[in-house]
């Protein structure tokens, strides 16, 4: 067996977090843009437009948390007691707005108010703890003896805030541009413009970001060829294109709103979203536990990776199969009343 | 670890694990339930099966749903929690916990969307295709999940590695562990039967009111032969499970039992109170020899007490004794509901029997209490193990304060409760107003009916 098995599962995880994070970012973003919708009417499509999708995005979020716990176990335990809060926070908030999606469709008056403000709510408490743990990742976690061994709020400073606020411009950016793609007629003029409000928020915190990353962390700084006050230029020349791409992203995203293009916005939303976590990757890679732990000294042993990648190897494009079906299935505009209930 | 962090940490996997698995055990039955009724309906064109099918169908996505979010909260409670554990036993549970993720929660997920709101989409044959994917998903998720769980019950197939961590040296050993196949068999039948029974009492609320409704009439029918099929079938299978945790986990069945003492003709306690501190019961009803035949098959057969094993390695005795006298005995009057319904079906109608019918609804929780007693036995009367005789439960909690884990317990407790209130309040109006005026059904021109009709009625009482 000479397969890299933990460079494999690196990788699948990285590709399992980073569908997570397309997929449900479009329809938390649709959550986290409900209050601004017209009328109840009005949100109820928009709840259309990702009712079929939401269940199966969000077992990309099972998927690479049990992956983790199943191929880098020493990670997965260093992380969540690490995150033990807003790991938790975000559960809680995925779980109101989640069964938000059947209990708004059997409220009266006052329970449908509820769960909209549920389904509202916990969308945008979800993406903000998403962005404080990614915060509280780039920041670094404290490690000893293969255990966490910080303090219970190392997660919160201003930067992980920023993160935070970052996310949600972005899961809203995702969700603004899939209702642009899905809905038709106010609602889609509406989504126009949040989706040009969305796209200006993310591009400035995610350079706001990106500097803060590099004016904290001098490492990843060196990495990407801006070592303490000089500039590495061959070493910035081959990273260049990560940032070229969430730039071109927004260009695409532009250019579609612009011409009244159905999805070109929300591919160009994803590139964003792909620029930032080539970012992340060319920031941290081998690191899985920052800055501590690589991925190889926290992997499974090689009998449990090879015997979850043969399941691996059968199972994912299965899934990719089926849920490319799905989608397909409900292409298209979101009739009126398109819910069975 | 401060041992309130502990105790807390433990209070709360057994709440959002109690929690949790309410749902499951009903959908997965559910599942199947509505994989028969549209197959019922494609083959025999009975319009009274779809109407079930469509009633039936708003209740699974509402269950399903909080199923759902409660199950993604186990899947990072194990590192918020317990990282230890996740540490240690990861590289050989981890893999089973994925096989979940990959072989049943996409497929469950993706095909779900198709069976709520696929009706227009696809033809009557693909959707019935997406029903039985997502019933047989419901069950390939069991098989994982009951095989991670009964390797952590009698942990075999595994060596333990020089830094203490373990490693699987047998896959196969390792997901079918001695007591899989016994357990998983009884998991099943148990999600039947709590379905069963949730089916029949709606059924029987609704015929309370108006013993003539059609659909009520035959949802209750088919409930009571699963009480009466699957019901006695389980006694066997319980049995049969128990038998192997004598051979495999006798700490466990001397606790069940509240034997105290290792000798021949133990009796069956019937009803006891037992006591760690004074090492027995301070008080029972038995019936001498009993106890040694009904676990071990024979009289005079030795069977094991608590005393043979160090006190710190014994589980809560009072606990799991009487959280199996709960599963059991509910059991039997699941068997009892069963035959009984039988003979009134044979003998003109369950219907007639107003008594029956509110026997029925009574019984309609039975089957989520049994299932958590019976949880209750299994994962308590492991204790002190979390995987048994290689980590203690005490050994597996991760590094996190009292502080925060008494802050994450309160906020479940709430949003629990809140979550648990509007489902349970939705899924109850909507037994209450039954079947027949369920909803427009929406394929379908066929299925339109004139304005007058209870249908249509229903229809526009529907849109608020």
Not at chain 1, 66 to 79: C, D, H, R, T, V
Not at chain 2, 91 to 102: D, Y
Not at chain 2, 258 to 282: C, M, Y
Not at chain 2, 349 to 356: A, N
């Amino acid at each position: 067996m000479t397969l890299d098995l933990p460079l494999i599962w690196v990788a699948l995880i990285a590709v399992a977090v980073l569908m997570y994070v397309l997929l449900d970012g479009f329809d938390l973003g649709v959550g986290i843009l409900f209050p601004f919708a017209r009328s109840p009417a009005e949100r109820d499509v928009m709840m259309d437009a990702i009712a079929p999708y939401w269940d199966g995005n969000e077992t990309w979020l099972v998927l690479g948390g049990g992956g983790l716990l199943a191929a880098f176990p020493l990670a997965y335990s260093i992380l969540m007691p690490a995150f033990y809060l807003p790991v938790i926070l975000m559960l809680l908030a995925l779980i109101l707005r989640g069964v938000a999606f059947e209990f708004r469709l059997h409220g009266r008056r006052r329970g449908k108010a509820l769960w909209t403000a549920a389904f509202a709510g916990g969308s945008l408490v979800a993406a903000l703890a998403q962005g404080l743990v990614l915060g509280g990742f780039i920041q670094g976690v404290a490690v000893r003896d293969q255990a966490f061994a910080g303090q219970p709020f190392d997660w919160l400073t201003p930067y992980s805030l920023l993160t935070a606020a970052g996310v949600v411009a972005g899961y809203a950016l995702l969700g603004a541009t899939w209702l642009v793609g899905k809905t038709t007629d106010a609602l889609a003029g509406d989504a126009r413009r949040w989706a040009w409000i969305a796209a200006g928020a993310t591009a400035v915190l995610l350079a706001a970001v990106s500097l803060a990353t590099l004016f904290a962390h001098p490492d990843i700084a060196a990495r990407w060829g801006l070592a303490a006050g000089r500039i590495e230029g061959g070493r910035l020349l081959t990273r260049l294109p990560i940032p070229v791409l969430g730039a071109l992203g927004l260009a695409v995203a532009a250019a579609g709103l612009r011409r009244g293009r159905h999805f070109a916005p929300f591919i160009g939303a994803a590139l964003v979203f792909l620029s930032g976590y080539l970012g992340l990757a060319v920031s941290f890679f081998p690191s899985i536990v920052p800055y501590g732990v690589d991925f190889r000294a926290a992997a499974n042993d090689d009998s449990a990776l090879g015997f979850m990648l043969v399941g691996a190897a059968i199972m994912l494009p299965v899934i990719l199969a089926y849920t490319a079906y799905v989608f397909w299935l409900f292409r298209g505009k979101v009739a009126a009343g398109a819910g069975y209930h | 670890m401060d041992l309130d962090a502990l105790l807390l940490s433990r209070l709360q996997f057994a709440f959002t694990l109690a929690f949790h698995i309410i749902f499951p055990s009903f959908t997965i039955g559910l599942a199947s339930f509505l994989a028969v009724l549209e197959g019922a309906w494609l083959f025999t064109r009975r319009e009274a099966f779809k109407t079930l099918y469509m009633f039936w169908l708003k209740i699974f996505a509402l269950s399903f749903g909080m199923g759902v979010v409660s199950g993604v909260v186990m899947s990072y409670q194990f590192g918020s929690n317990w990282s230890v554990f996740s540490r240690v036993a990861a590289p050989v549970i981890g893999p089973l916990l994925a096989f979940e993720v990959m072989t049943a929660f996409f497929m469950e997920a993706s095909f779900l969307g198709v069976m709520l709101f696929g009706w227009k989409k696809v033809g009557p044959g693909l959707h019935f295709a997406a029903t039985c994917i997502v019933a047989v998903g419901t069950l390939v998720s069991a098989f994982w999940i009951i095989s991670a769980n009964s390797w952590m019950q009698h942990p075999v197939g595994y060596a333990v590695l020089p830094g203490g961590s373990l490693t699987a040296v047998d896959w196969v050993k390792v997901v079918f562990s001695p007591t899989f196949p016994e357990r998983m068999a009884h998991m099943v039948l148990a999600a039947y039967l709590t379905t069963a029974l949730v089916v029949g009492a709606a059924s029987a609320w609704i015929l309370l009111k108006d013993a003539g409704q059609p659909e009520s009439r035959i949802a209750l029918r088919m409930a009571i032969g699963m009480f009466a099929v699957v019901a006695p079938i389980q006694v066997l299978v319980g049995d049969a499970s128990g038998k192997e945790v004598l051979k495999v986990q006798p700490v466990k069945l001397a606790a069940i039992e509240s034997f105290w003492e290792t000798k021949s003709h133990q009796a069956l306690h019937l009803v006891a109170w037992p006591d760690r501190a004074i090492e027995g019961n301070r008080w029972e009803i038995s019936v001498p020899d009993v106890g040694s035949f009904i676990t071990a098959g024979r009289s005079d057969a030795v069977v094991m007490g608590l005393k043979d094993v160090a006190p710190r390695d014994r589980p809560p005795v009072f606990l799991v004794f009487w959280a199996f006298r709960v599963m059991a005995g509910l059991g039997v009057a699941m068997a009892g509901l069963g035959l009984w319904g039988a003979w009134l079906w044979w003998r003109g109608g369950p219907e007639r029997s107003k008594l029956y019918l509110r026997a029925a609804v009574l019984m309609g929780p039975a089957g989520f209490v049994a299932v958590i007693a019976g949880w209750i036995v299994a994962e308590v009367g492991r204790q002190p193990w979390v995987v048994t005789g290689v980590l203690r439960t005490a050994d597996a909690v991760s590094p996190v304060g009292a502080g925060q884990v008494s802050a994450s317990l309160l906020a479940f407790i709430v949003i629990y409760a809140i979550v648990f209130s509007g489902g349970a309040l939705f899924i109850l109006r909507l037994m209450d107003r039954g079947p027949a005026v369920a909803e427009p059904q929406p394929t379908a021109p066929e299925a339109q009916r004139a304005p007058g009709t209870p249908l249509a009625a229903g229809t526009a009482g529907e849109t608020p």
